[in-house]
């Protein structure tokens, strides 16, 4: 099938309009400025609107910020306005809760000076300033194919819309613009579909350790007026995991009586039975965490893979024709369970080498000193003080908890070594006949949620005529592998209820239902054969996030 395509052309294109992709595109323009010359930038986001597929904690470390717009303080409608005031890390058992004194908590954890957000909103934000500056922003499409010629990228395809679900062009047929660049930045987010082609065909973790994840469920509540406490947060670890899974909690206190409530799983749990979604749940029915709910509502709900891996597992961040940035490329402090400030300065570091090279006269098809030049900021040592930390807890939480505080406490990042990931996380799972079932409580409507209700609070749309963005390599797997050997753990760890077990005639079925698709990419993750591949749907489509 041939498809004409309108053509476009800038200096610069950056897919993804999250932190990392709005701060390479404000810094760059803010140097055209500064220089008196007006090269031309361009954002696609594929959410419906900047925002609407945002979602993190979360917790804002200025640093960054204060670099790319100085007098942000002074900006009446910027959304950075509650400083952290109190924080705790709570050790959790079933019933109680024993405060972890700050003596024993890491420096990298500590949260004076920083801001609690909704990075949805500060996005918008951030696009304003953007579109202020000149730079070109269009929200609800999806950047879906790479232009290559010659080993060298030279843009992006846009997703067709009206393609329907036999591949066919129906009557509402729209062809995607071939978009193309001198350079092109790559800001999908974690585990982005085009970064994970950028890695195989540039070979960029050719030096690198493979990356490791977490899954991480949010959801934002109003609470009681006399429950609000703007500026507090609170972390915890233990109870609900056992003690060989990585992970914990979040409830951090916005203005509003909003408090954004969370928790994260790295996606190396071994126990085919357990279900992120449902430790989420039952967490909430902690002494120490339901009261704060009770009499309040539920106004949002969301998930989101998170990169994990840190420093050993950034791969090379550029290649002929561009480069990857943020959490595309792996920039989120595990042990900080931040990455904003780190994404933003990745961005800024990438935009300042393409500034450089436009305005050479001779650009180079590369801008080959980005790796070197994050690695010797301020974010890419921050990475690296903080690289020993996830791979401590590959030896279960005890062993994790002592040499994180060896590593982080005594040695402040600065140990002679640096340990080594366990195996990918598709690899963790035990089969089903060596694990035990987890019988989870059920959701009582008030304070718990099932799945299904919670996915119509992030408003997800998909239109349904249009061909399934979960891929699958091999139909065949799904029952012979994961149903077989794992009782099938993709109906558990998908956050949304895409995937699920039918049976015909008696026999086994995978039924994908691909509406209630977030977007967290954790089936593109977690699938043991890696059968599983996350591509873009048509752009606008997905979840619609509102603050969070």
Same mark, same amino acid.
């Given at each position: ?38 090269? *031309? ?6 959410? *419906? ?23 942000? /303080? ?47 909103? =500060? ?49 509402? #047929? ?7 660049? !001198? ?34 469920? !949010?959801?934002?509540?109003?609470? !009681? ?15 609900? @995991? ?11 206190? @916005? ?14 749990? !071994? ?10 749940? /039952? ?13 309040? /509502? /539920? ?19 550029? =290649? ?34 393409? #500034? ?17 030049? #994050? ?51 598709? @690899? ?73 077990? @039918? ?46």
């Amino acid at each position: 099938m041939t498809i004409t395509r309108e053509k476009m052309n800038y200096d610069l294109v950056i897919v993804g309009a999250g932190p990392s992709g709005l701060s390479a595109a404000i810094n760059f323009k803010k140097l055209c400025k500064k220089n008196n010359t007006d090269y *031309s930038v361009c954002v696609v986001e594929k959410g *419906s609107e900047v925002g609407a597929h945002i979602l993190s904690g979360a917790i804002l470390e200025p640093k960054a910020l204060d670099e790319l717009i100085e007098d942000w /303080r002074d900006i009446n409608d910027c959304p950075v306005k509650v400083e952290v005031t109190k924080e705790s890390l709570m050790f959790m058992t079933e019933k109680s809760s024993y405060n972890i004194p700050s003596l024993f908590t890491p420096p990298v954890m500590h949260n004076k000076g920083n801001f609690v957000i909704s990075l949805g909103s =500060f996005c918008k934000w951030l696009s304003k300033q953007a579109e202020n500056l000149g730079v070109e922003i269009y929200p609800g499409f999806a950047a879906s194919e790479l232009i290559i010629e010659d080993d060298k990228l030279n843009g992006i395809v846009t997703g067709d819309l009206g393609i329907d679900k036999n591949g066919e062009q129906s009557s509402n #047929f729209q062809p995607g613009i071939e978009i193309h660049a !001198k350079y092109t930045l790559f800001a999908e987010g974690c585990r982005g579909h085009l970064g994970k082609k950028l890695m195989t065909k540039f070979d960029l973790r050719k030096s690198s350790q493979h990356q490791t994840y977490g899954i991480g469920l !949010k959801e934002l509540w109003e609470i !009681k007026e006399e429950k609000s406490n703007p500026g507090e947060v609170f972390h915890s670890i233990g109870w609900p @995991l056992d003690t060989e899974t990585y992970g914990g909690s979040f409830l951090y206190h @916005l203005d509003k009586n909003l408090v954004s409530f969370g928790f994260v799983i790295g996606l190396d749990y !071994k126990n085919p039975y357990l279900s992120p979604y449902e430790e989420f749940q /039952r967490f909430k029915l902690h002494p120490k965490i339901k009261h704060i709910f009770e009499g309040g /509502r /539920r106004i949002s709900y969301g998930a989101r893979a998170l990169n994990e891996g840190g420093f050993q597992s950034l791969p090379k961040l550029s =290649f002929p024709g561009g480069a990857l940035i943020g959490c595309d490329a792996g920039t989120l402090n595990t042990p900080k369970i931040k990455g904003t400030h780190t994404a933003m300065k990745s961005g800024m570091i990438a935009s300042d080498l393409v #500034f450089k090279e436009l305005t050479s006269g001779q650009p180079n098809p590369e801008i080959s000193d980005l790796s070197k030049s #994050f690695q010797n900021s301020w974010a890419g040592k921050e990475l690296k003080k903080a690289r020993n930390v996830r791979p401590s807890f590959k030896f279960g939480l005890k062993i994790g908890m002592i040499l994180s505080g060896i590593d982080q406490i005594l040695l402040r990042g600065n140990a002679p070594w640096t340990l080594k990931h366990a195996e990918e996380d598709h @690899l963790s799972l035990r089969t089903k006949s060596e694990s035990q079932e987890i019988k989870y409580p059920k959701p009582d409507g008030v304070i718990t949620f099932d799945r299904l209700t919670n996915v119509s609070y992030s408003s997800t749309y998909h239109e349904e005529n249009q061909p399934c963005h979960l891929t699958l390599n091999d139909q065949k797997i799904p029952i012979s592998n994961n149903y077989e050997l794992f009782d099938s753990p993709e109906q558990r760890y998908c956050p949304a209820g895409v995937y699920e077990i @039918l049976h015909s005639n008696g026999a086994p079925v995978l039924n994908i239902n691909s509406q209630n698709c977030i977007h967290c990419k954790t089936c593109d993750i977690k699938d043991p054969k890696q059968n599983i591949n996350w591509i873009t749907p048509e752009g606008g489509g997905g979840p619609n996030y509102t603050n969070m």
